[in-house]
């Protein structure tokens, strides 16, 4: 396969970026009513300005400040504390493989590297056509499926270095591609942050959702029988506390 080489996503061009309009300020009122503090609203909100903006901008972080009184300190200090929130735009797809313990040794390291080969991309960069951007990853919490590699959040299980090329050429090539569990077709990353700021795109059940590995103990422990200890019910509960209280 030849190395493609993308060009590298110049600084921020804020000229490009769509702007945070009018019906994102009532998208993030809407989520705002949701919860007793509008303060709690603030990881959906981080994740509605992505699905405007594909990162979370300046404007992104002043629009959090001012409807949920606190400083941009404080929303930036959250903002950049999680991953999954971008300080520059992501990729379209954005590619996150895996490189923790399981995932490396079955494969997870040379995948990151034959993906950097391939693309010209390292760690936390961004093509410059948009398309795709690169992510070195702690854990999918997919090792069942170890190597994993994930597309905005979805999942492409065992993975091979030649997989996870095919998987970016088709992508960049705009083949239709779907993950091995979860909806028949990969969204986007704006598209999937919309999801995550709690607009449903109503796929959450297409797919496979848990597959056989994920299962197996599951199965397992059917078969031979066993059972968790039943939890005490309420009543037990507070009888055991009161003995225990009575008792010291
Ligand atoms: S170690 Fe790779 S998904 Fe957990």
């Not at 989520?31 to 007793?36: D, E, G």
């Not at 919490?141 to 091979?160: G, I, K, L, R, S």
Request: overall charge negative.
């Amino acid at each position: 396969m030849a190395r493609v080489q993308l060009d590298l996503q110049p600084s921020v061009d804020r000229s490009i970026v769509p702007p945070l309009t009018e019906t994102t300020r009532l998208e993030a009122h809407e989520i705002i009513a949701r919860y007793p503090k509008a303060r709690s609203a603030l990881l959906p909100m981080l994740h509605l300005c992505q699905s405007v903006q594909g990162y979370v901008s300046p404007d992104g972080i002043a629009l959090c400040s001012e409807e949920l009184g606190l400083t941009k300190a404080e929303v930036g200090a959250v903002a950049t504390f999680y991953t999954m929130y971008r300080r520059r735009p992501a990729g379209s797809y954005h590619v996150g493989v895996c490189t923790n313990t399981l995932c490396a040794v079955l494969g997870g390291d040379e995948i990151l590297a034959a993906l950097e080969e391939h693309t010209g991309l390292h760690h936390d960069q961004t093509s410059a056509d948009g398309t795709i951007s690169l992510e070195h990853i702690e854990c999918n919490a997919a090792c069942d499926y170890a190597p994993v590699v994930m597309v905005n959040w979805e999942f492409y299980d065992d993975q091979t270095p030649q997989s996870a090329i095919d998987l970016v050429d088709k992508l960049r090539a705009g083949e239709p591609v779907a993950p091995t569990r979860g909806p028949l077709r990969q969204c986007t990353f704006k598209e999937m942050s919309r999801v995550l700021a709690g607009f449903p795109d109503g796929l959450a059940t297409e797919g496979v959702q848990a597959g056989p590995a994920t299962l197996a103990g599951f199965e397992l422990a059917k078969e031979r029988g066993d059972l968790a200890p039943a939890y005490p019910d309420e009543a037990d509960r507070v009888q055991g506390s009161a003995q225990k209280q009575e008792d010291s």
